[in-house]
């Protein structure tokens, strides 16, 4: 006898939007968020195997990423967690602050949404446009689908120039915006 079942695969657009309930609605926007921040990441990643990042490319992403996980990613959680029933005291202490500042600084995010219609937002009106995405992140692991136009960072590292015949001093000069030197092409 095996112990082993099998999980029927659900397709996320056959699911009916009237079976969605709250929770379920606010765990789909967490999961759009999350694969929004991993995508941002990732993009990020990958810039570091391209020549065409410029000066503060660097710094700027991981801004965003820094403001996707503050505003976005935090923001889902926390109406995530309330459309679960967490309350405010536990919310504030896996935040590290007090259930009134949590409250404070939140409670309007998640009044916004519980008050939201399928009017005025897409994620209830068609909850699988953005269910189908954050399935396939979950199930594969990968934000976006592999791009074989990319390069691994171990061939675009300076320390492979011999091996890949990368023109180091130009891809520097591109990042700087720098001209060469007319006496050594440098």
């Known amino acids: 006898m095996t112990t082993e079942t099998t999980t029927p695969h659900v397709d996320a657009r056959s699911l009916p939007v009237e079976g969605f309930t709250a929770s379920d609605l606010a765990r789909v926007n967490l999961g759009k968020e999350l694969l929004s921040g991993a995508r941002l990441i990732e993009a990020t990643a990958l810039m570091l195997c391209a020549d065409e990042a410029v000066a503060g490319d660097y710094v700027a992403s991981a801004r965003n990423i820094r403001n996707m996980a503050l505003h976005g990613v935090i923001g889902a ?19 590290s602050v007090s259930a009134e500042q949590a409250e404070a600084k939140w409670g309007k995010d998640v009044t916004k949404w519980e008050t939201e219609t399928k009017a005025q937002s897409l994620l ?15 199930t594969t692991g990968r934000a976006n689908k592999y791009r074989s136009d990319r390069q691994p960072l171990s061939q675009v590292l300076d320390a492979a120039a011999d091996l890949t015949g990368r023109d180091v001093s130009a891809a520097d000069r591109a990042f700087t915006g720098t001209e060469a030197c007319s006496h050594c092409h440098r």
């Open 77 to 95: 959680a926390v109406i995530a967690e309330r459309a679960r029933g967490t309350d405010w005291e536990r919310i504030g202490r896996a935040l």
């Open 124 to 138: 209830r009106r068609e909850p699988a446009v953005y269910l189908k995405p954050v399935d396939e992140y979950v």
